[in-house]
C-alpha cells in the first residue's frame, strides 16, 4: 500500500518556468490536499478538491493551478515561478468523515532561483 | 494571521521521562485538534486526535489533553524513547473531516539517550 506519492522530491526552477507537482493516492480517499510549509512556519493549505472534479481555494492559493479528473491523482500546476513559492510542499488526502487526520506524501522540495 | 500556535520551537528530554508539548489556538469554532508527527526527508504522520466534546484522549505512551476555557492543549509522551525524536505539529479544525487543518509552527522534539 503506498499511500500517497509525490513526485518529483527535488526541484530548482527558474523565475518564470513552469511546472507540475504530481500526487497520487492509492487509498480511494475522497479528499485531497495541497499545503505548503515555508521554513519555521505552519503548513498552509493552497488547493483542496472534494471529489474528481471539485476543487476549491485554500488560504495560498494565488499562483497555482489544480486540477482533479480522477480520484487517485491530485496534480499542483505552477504557471509563472516566482522565488516566494519556494517552500516544501506536501500533498494530502483523507476520508472526509472519520476525522483520524490525513495522509500526507513525503513532499516535494522547491527551489525558484 | 496565526489561529494555531506552538510558542516552543524546541524542547530536549532525557530517555524515559515525560514530554510537554504544548499548543494554543484563537478561533473559538475550532472543535477538532490533531497531532502530527513529522520526520525529516518525510510528510507529517498522524499521531492522535481529540474532539472537542472529551477532555482527555490516550494511545499508549501519547495523551492529548485539551482546555476549551483556555484554548488550550498538550500532548504527554510518557515514557518519551529516543525514536520520539521529531518535529511535532499541533493542527485544528472547525469540523470533523473539514476541507481545512490550521497547523501551528511545530516543535522539535529531542529525546536524549
Known amino acids: 500500500n503506498a499511500g500517497v506519492t509525490q513526485t518529483p522530491k527535488f526541484r530548482i526552477l527558474k523565475i518564470g518556468q513552469s511546472m507540475t507537482l504530481q500526487c497520487t493516492q492509492d487509498m480511494n480517499h475522497n479528499y485531497m490536499y495541497w499545503y505548503r510549509q515555508d521554513p519555521g512556519m505552519g503548513l498552509k493549505l493552497i488547493y483542496y478538491s472534494v471529489g474528481a472534479g471539485i476543487t476549491d481555494k485554500g488560504e495560498v492559493p494565488n499562483g497555482y493551478n489544480v486540477s482533479r479528473s480522477t480520484t487517485e491523482d491530485f496534480p499542483l500546476r505552477l504557471e509563472l515561478a516566482a522565488p516566494s513559492q519556494t517552500s516544501v510542499y506536501f500533498c494530502a488526502s483523507s476520508y472526509p468523515s472519520t476525522g483520524d487526520g490525513y495522509t500526507f506524501g513525503s513532499g516535494t522540495r522547491l527551489t525558484v532561483v | 494571521d496565526q489561529q494555531v500556535k506552538q510558542n516552543s520551537p524546541s524542547l530536549s528530554v532525557q530517555e524515559g521521562r515525560i514530554s510537554i508539548l504544548n499548543c494554543d489556538y484563537t478561533n473559538s469554532m475550532f472543535d477538532y485538534f490533531l497531532w502530527y508527527k513529522k520526520y525529516p526527508a518525510e510528510g507529517p504522520t498522524f499521531l492522535i486526535s481529540?474532539?472537542?466534546?472529551?477532555d482527555k484522549n490516550e494511545d499508549g505512551r501519547f495523551t492529548v489533553f485539551l482546555n476549551k476555557s483556555a484554548k488550550h492543549l498538550s500532548l504527554h509522551i510518557v515514557p518519551s524513547q529516543p525514536g520520539d525524536s521529531a518535529v511535532y505539529f499541533c493542527a485544528a479544525s472547525a469540523q470533523t473531516g473539514a476541507n481545512n487543518l490550521f497547523f501551528g509552527t511545530g516543535t522539535r522534539l529531542t529525546v536524549i539517550p
Open positions: 481529540i474532539s472537542s466534546i472529551k
